[in-house]
């Protein structure tokens, strides 16, 4: 079954530096989204993604955060300049259309520790 | 605004027991709604939606959830917890419109022998 990947698995930066989160979405989706679980708290939605642009973003992603699509099949997130408060598991997903109904398909996650 | 309330961050049941996770909506629009299962070191996995279909809804592993408009519920069963069932629970609420979905806190579901 098609499943949506993340590398890596674990981050460690330091604080002020920058990072790139991957993902690969299962490849006939259309849309694609970032959620963050820092720890002991809700799953939050960062932001979405289609046809090359920002469909919607939350609060939360602000002009620390970016989101590219590079070539056909990767889609990343990059956070510059780290906080401390960065430090979440970063889930990806993807789905078929963006309907609110349609079901997104998430990743495993990458967990970020910043230090 | 839409949210989710999740009742207990913590349930405990035994092997063979039923299964009930609680979860309240709020939206001022006719929401969907899922159900999301969360296994150590894993991704979430999508358990079950609901989508203004039927209001009694089966998922994977024999869950099942019920959309209660004038309760504003759609609390997740499974009448009998086995081992593999132990996890995190996500309820979670969408609307037509946006594309976001927006979870609830989640309870972790621990089964005994």
């Known amino acids: 079954e098609p499943e949506v990947t993340q590398t890596p698995s674990h981050q460690v930066t330091q604080m002020g530096q920058e990072v790139i989160l991957r993902c690969v979405p299962i490849?006939?989706?259309?849309?694609f989204y970032w959620y963050r679980q820092i720890l002991g708290q809700k799953v939050e939605f960062l932001v979405s993604?289609?046809?090359?642009?920002?469909?919607?973003k939350s609060e939360i992603f602000d002009d620390q955060f970016s989101v590219e699509r590079p070539d056909g099949s990767n889609f990343t997130l990059k956070i510059r300049s780290t906080k401390l408060e960065d430090s979440a598991m970063y889930f990806c997903?993807?789905?078929?259309?963006?309907?609110?109904?349609?079901?997104?398909?998430f990743g495993p996650g990458t967990r970020l520790t910043v230090l | 605004a839409q949210s989710v309330t999740q009742l207990g961050s913590h349930v405990s049941v035994s092997e063979g027991a039923l299964v009930l996770l609680r979860c309240n909506y709020s939206?001022?629009?006719?929401?969907?709604l899922f159900w999301y299962v969360q296994y150590p070191n894993q991704g979430l996995q999508l358990l079950l939606k609901?989508?203004?279909?039927?209001?009694l809804v089966k998922g994977i592993n024999g869950f099942e959830a019920e959309f209660k408009k004038s309760e504003t519920s759609f609390h997740l069963t499974k009448p009998s917890a086995h081992m593999s069932d132990a996890a995190e629970y996500f309820c979670?609420?969408?609307?037509?419109?946006?594309?976001?979905?927006?979870f609830g806190a989640g309870t972790r579901l621990f089964v005994k022998a």
């Open positions: 997903a993807s789905s078929e259309s963006g309907g609110a109904a349609d079901t997104q398909y």
């Open positions: 993604f289609y046809n090359n642009e920002i469909s919607e």
């Open positions: 979670a609420v969408s609307k037509d419109g946006g594309f976001k979905t927006i």
């Open positions: 490849s006939n989706h259309l849309y």
């Open positions: 609901y989508t203004s279909a039927a209001t």
């Open positions: 939206s001022s629009v006719p929401p969907y």
